[in-house]
DNA sequence: CGACTAGTTGAGGCCAGTCAATGTTGGTGG
DNA sequence: CCACCAACATTGACTGGCCTCAACTAGTCG
């Protein structure tokens, strides 16, 4: 374990712990005691838990949200096979959802952004099945799912909205399970960098011009093929005039080319 | 609407309805309001969403149960758009789940036996964005969503059991997109042959020998691959004498050696 | 500067897709 | 009951898209 006492941004309020969760180099978690960040002045609370709860119901959630916790780039937020307590929604940064296996790749299962809550695939057993990891630095709040769960009797809106993030949460799976199963290298590229600038658009950035945070391996294993594939894609759809690529920074020039691609068109031959 | 009129097996207890939605021939779904057929007797009670719930609560849940319905061979529970008002128990049957792209192909999602729950895909916009047709004869308790979301305020032990049977077809999403982006026709196959039996086995069934309910079209959709290859892959296990197929009775003659080509060893080389 | 990580590009091979012919099964009507 | 038809399944020959292996470049950090 090298490094394990260098200061990464000392607890900001004068609390930090190690939660003996680590990545594979330096990185660690820091729980802060935030005393002033609130649902109610949180800039993707539209995109999260307590979108549409009135001001009382989200005064009650909010004293729920036992702690911060910052995630440095390439740490882990949680491990597979860890206990589950806690649901995490994603304040700043961006997270990636993986499953290791026996030979030590990975295989991404999703990548989640602010607004986001990740750890869904806990409650099943009580235990999480996958790792979480940073993709840069990441700051999320901690949500004990038990005392969700309890609040959630008494606040019907609270309770349809975990209902509705679980059931998109699923929604996006099963996206994730049409690209995989029916399209080819182009298609799931295409597709990936669409809904990749239409979740920046929400969240109030750039549809078109964005910056990656996952490697070309990440993207790869996320869509089921290998780094070389992604890379060359990227090049091809760049001369083709469809996009623009320097390293991670990717703006997209033809919204409408991309969508012809990934829109619809499954399994079809065609696209050349 | 050819055969709109045809009598299907009129409705046992005196009641039917055609529920307006109906497969591509003259399957339809009769509606059944049954008197004697409770969760307490139910057999798959223990697989499904009563699972370890107190008798009094059960009961309540029980009186939930607006009508059971029957969904013949091929017929649609549901359409991908249909407004989202019921989760559906299987009791006895089987469903798939898929969704039909604009080149007619369709991709299965999903196959579901007695004791799973569909529509949870539904939540999230108010809307199905799957179709659930009938593999066979099946019958499916309706669950009219709101109702059993205020009886889960009551009981947090139904609660739970949402929560959980939810997370657990993510986590069963999750799966299926690791098999989709990481395995080669062969894993795919074997891992699929052991899920089926072990869900065989979990209802009683032998975990060896059965019969699929699924054409090669249909578990080539589901696994991302071509009947033709599916098939091959079919006759290839055979003579390896790890199975025996005879059309879609399949009987499993070397777990050990299936599980190791499905059970591991993703983007392996290797299996030869 | 050397070591390392990330990314690009090329050459070649293989797995699975495609196309096509044939066999099998099950349901329907004469 | 059998003949017929359509849907389902098997098998072969060929093709091609993506993977594999490999060389090289660029940027970063001690």
Same mark, same amino acid.
């Given at each position: 374990?090298? /490094?394990?006492?260098? *200061?990464? =941004? *000392?607890?900001?309020?004068?609390?930090?712990?190690?939660?003996? #969760? =680590?990545? =594979?180099?330096?990185?660690?978690?820091?729980?802060?005691?935030?005393?002033?960040?609130?649902?109610?002045?949180?800039?993707?609370?539209?995109?999260?838990?307590? #979108?549409?709860?009135?001001?009382?119901?989200?005064?009650?959630?909010?004293?729920?949200?036992?702690?911060?916790?910052?995630?440095?780039?390439?740490?882990?937020?949680?491990?597979?096979?860890?206990?589950? /307590?806690?649901?995490?929604?994603? /304040?700043?940064?961006?997270? @990636?959802?993986?499953?290791?296996?026996?030979?030590?790749?990975? !295989?991404?299962?999703?990548?989640?952004?602010?607004?986001?809550?990740?750890?869904?695939?806990?409650?099943?057993?009580?235990?999480?099945?996958?790792?979480?990891?940073? +993709?840069?630095?990441?700051?999320?709040?901690?949500?004990?799912?038990?005392?969700?769960?309890?609040?959630? =009797?008494? +606040? *019907?809106?609270?309770?349809?909205?975990?209902? @509705?993030?679980?059931?998109?949460?699923?929604? !996006?799976?099963?996206?994730?399970?049409?690209?995989?199963?029916?399209?080819?290298?182009?298609?799931?590229?295409?597709?990936? %960098? +669409?809904?990749?600038?239409?979740?920046?658009?929400?969240?109030?950035?750039?549809?078109?011009?964005?910056?990656?945070?996952?490697?070309?391996?990440?993207?790869?294993?996320? %869509?089921?093929?290998?780094?070389?594939? #992604?890379?060359?894609?990227?090049?091809?759809? /760049?001369?083709?005039?469809?996009? !623009? #690529? !320097?390293?991670?920074?990717?703006?997209?020039?033809? %919204?409408?080319?991309? @969508?012809?691609?990934?829109?619809?068109?499954?399994?079809? *031959?065609?696209?050349?």
């Amino acid at each position: 374990m090298p /490094h394990a006492s260098k *200061p990464v =941004r *000392p607890g900001a309020a004068g609390y930090a712990a190690d939660l003996a #969760v =680590r990545g =594979r180099s330096e990185a660690r978690i820091i729980s802060i005691r935030n005393l002033e960040i609130h649902c109610q002045t949180c800039s993707v609370r539209e995109l999260c838990l307590p #979108v549409g709860l009135a001001t009382e119901a989200m005064s009650e959630l909010d004293r729920l949200i036992g702690h911060r916790i910052r995630v440095t780039k390439h740490a882990a937020l949680y491990r597979a096979g860890a206990e589950f /307590h806690f649901l995490y929604a994603i /304040h700043t940064g961006m997270l @990636k959802t993986s499953v290791v296996m026996d030979d030590g790749r990975d !295989q991404v299962m999703g990548y989640h952004m602010s607004g986001d809550i990740v750890g869904f695939d806990g409650i099943d057993n009580e235990h999480y099945s996958a790792d979480a990891a940073a +993709l840069e630095d990441t700051e999320v709040c901690a949500l004990p799912f038990s005392s969700i769960e309890n609040l959630a =009797r008494t +606040l *019907p809106s609270l309770q349809r909205n975990l209902s @509705k993030l679980i059931s998109s949460e699923m929604t !996006q799976d099963r996206g994730m399970m049409l690209v995989l199963g029916s399209m080819k290298a182009e298609e799931r590229m295409a597709t990936f %960098l +669409l809904n990749l600038g239409d979740r920046y658009r929400r969240r109030g950035y750039s549809q078109n011009e964005f910056e990656l945070r996952l490697t070309r391996d990440e993207i790869g294993s996320y %869509l089921g093929l290998r780094l070389e594939t #992604v890379s060359r894609i990227f090049s091809r759809f /760049h001369s083709a005039g469809l996009i !623009q #690529v !320097q390293g991670r920074t990717v703006k997209l020039l033809d %919204l409408a080319a991309l @969508k012809v691609l990934g829109g619809q068109g499954h399994r079809n *031959p065609a696209i050349s």
